[in-house]
């Protein structure tokens, strides 16, 4: 890997962590809001380094060594920098499996946002989805189906890897609506500082998901992913104490971070198919991306505020 597509893949991936986690950092502002000092230095000092390298340095490792087990831990760790023709061959065979997963995963996560979720509309459709929300379940259910037919003509093995995406997203999304409901019971009924933070942690481990399995859209190196998705994390804690309420008026950055993800969705499938897309092109569409809904938000909040 060039120097140049290092740097661009760093941050890529902080970008993309930083967007998609903007949810769970408001959930963090309003919890830590209610906590007193000591407690909330605590989860913002050191709650950091657990969220870093116990949740977005170990998830992706264990993944790509759940796919790989000859390779052991460390051969996991520095598979994508070897030179040795076995670990590559390695990852190589695995690659598919899981990319068609997290493709799955991240499709699904779209939709469900574009059915189902509350959102300021962003572009002409969006109103019109949102209403025919019922049909979520019908849709990501005729994907999988389309998908694992393809999958299981290359590969029974991949065809699994797509239904372990799905039964991921579902068990995710579950434990989120869970999460949601007893953060209205802590906010109205009071809790200890020491279960708040536990609870934030918790948390803060179900949202990072999203980051890490969308993170081997950008690359398979681990090292690369736990740099730049710690970079990402730390920026998002410096904004939640600082600027969260800033960063809320950008209405339509929540957009910009689903339309993210159904592109890196895409591209994890269409790579899991054998389709060969540059390593570039991920980030390259996430900074686009981003990039025009965050213009889009700015413009709508300059003429609002005139």
């Not at 980051?211 to 992913?225: D, E, M, Q, R």
């Amino acid at each position: 890997m060039q120097i140049g597509t290092i740097l661009l893949t760093v941050l890529g991936l902080s970008l993309f962590e930083i967007i998609t986690s903007i949810d769970n950092a408001i959930i963090n502002a309003e919890v830590l809001s209610t906590m007193g000092r000591r407690a909330r230095r605590w989860f913002l000092v050191w709650g950091f380094f657990l969220a870093v390298f116990l949740v977005r340095g170990l998830l992706p490792l264990l993944i790509v060594w759940g796919a790989n087990p000859s390779l052991g831990l460390m051969g996991s760790l520095t598979a994508t920098f070897s030179n040795d023709p076995r670990v590559i061959e390695a990852v190589e065979q695995s690659s598919p499996i899981l990319l068609i997963g997290g493709g799955v995963f991240l499709m699904f996560l779209f939709f469900h946002w574009l059915f189902l979720e509350p959102k300021n509309y962003g572009l002409r459709g969006e109103r019109f989805f949102h209403r025919q929300g019922a049909w979520f379940f019908a849709v990501v259910s005729l994907l999988l189906a389309v998908i694992v037919w393809y999958a299981l003509k290359i590969n029974p093995i991949m065809a699994f890897g797509a239904v372990l995406g799905s039964s991921s997203f579902f068990i995710i999304h579950g434990f989120r609506q869970y999460a949601e409901e007893q953060e209205k019971k802590m906010l109205s009924n009071g809790m200890s500082d020491i279960a708040k933070v536990a609870f934030l942690e918790v948390l803060d481990a179900s949202f990072s998901i999203d980051g890490v399995i969308g993170a081997f859209a950008f690359t398979f190196s681990v090292p690369l992913i736990l740099l730049g998705n710690g970079l990402g994390a730390l920026v998002l804690r410096k904004l939640t104490v600082s600027n969260i309420d800033r960063i809320k008026k950008y209405k339509f950055l929540k957009n910009g971070a689903m339309y993210s993800i159904l592109f890196l969705g895409l591209i994890m499938l269409l790579d899991s198919f054998g389709f060969h897309i540059p390593p570039w092109v991920s980030p390259i569409i996430t900074f686009g991306t981003v990039g025009w809904f965050f213009f889009k938000s700015k413009m709508e909040l300059d003429h609002e505020s005139r």
